[in-house]
């Protein structure tokens, strides 16, 4: 089992959007992407990832290959060996979960309307339905609590559904902390948790950020290959 976050570094892409780019919907920079996902491709010894077309909903689907149309939805899971997932993101967090010892793993992408929605326990059902048990959770890189700005009608609509989500900026106005809702939703749902999101997308020049750069920001990933269990 291999798991991932992708950075903005180690890419083909031209600025601003340099370099490791993994947009799937960049007018003109089909070759870009093509480049940066065959390297990873090769990176990690697979033949290529299932991906999604996200919406921002709730919306699961199972895969057993990557010979499989771009599913709309926000989160994967399979337990076939050797199927590689990916989710794409810009400040919102990417979640990679694994049961080890029953070899089902997933993806999510969890933003605000994700958490609003229940991507990550809708997830967890799914995996837990094709024989997950102890299921391990990575949240990526994602915009911080002190960063990730919103209404304070936002806030609160958001908070009532999960209170660990209710933050303020370090300027001091409403704000939501997207890793602290994920964190909440996961453990509730009995996953072991870690953060290894090691810095705020917004703050930090190595990785993408929708809040930062609008449309000018590329994306980055969230992976897991389920690898087939080791002879003898």
Do not use: K
């Amino acid at each position: 089992m291999d798991v991932a976050f992708t950075d903005r570094h180690g890419g083909v892409s031209a600025p601003p959007y340099d370099s490791l780019d993994l947009s799937r919907s960049r007018p003109g920079r089909d070759e870009e992407l093509r480049a940066n996902m065959s390297l990873l491709a090769r990176e990690f010894g697979v033949d290529g990832f299932v991906v999604m077309r996200q919406v921002h909903g709730a919306d699961v689907a199972v895969v057993d290959s990557l010979d499989v149309d771009l599913p709309v939805c926000d989160a994967l899971v399979t337990d076939t060996p050797g199927v590689a997932l990916c989710v794409g993101v810009g400040d919102c967090a990417p979640v990679v979960l694994a049961d080890v010892d029953q070899g089902v793993v997933g993806v999510a992408h969890a933003g605000r309307p994700g958490v609003v929605a229940g991507v990550v326990p809708a997830v967890i059902d799914v995996m837990r339905s094709r024989g997950a048990q102890t299921i391990q959770a990575w949240i990526g890189p994602h915009v911080c609590g002190g960063c990730y700005e919103v209404p304070e009608p936002m806030r609160a609509g958001v908070a009532a559904l999960v209170p660990a989500a209710y933050a303020c900026t370090t300027w001091g106005t409403p704000s939501i902390d997207i890793g602290a809702a994920v964190t909440a939703q996961l453990q509730a749902a009995g996953c072991l948790v870690s953060d290894v999101s090691r810095a705020c997308t917004r703050e930090s020049d190595d990785f993408f950020s929708y809040r930062r750069d609008g449309d000018w920001s590329g994306r980055a990933a969230g992976i897991v290959v389920r690898r087939a269990a080791p002879h003898g």
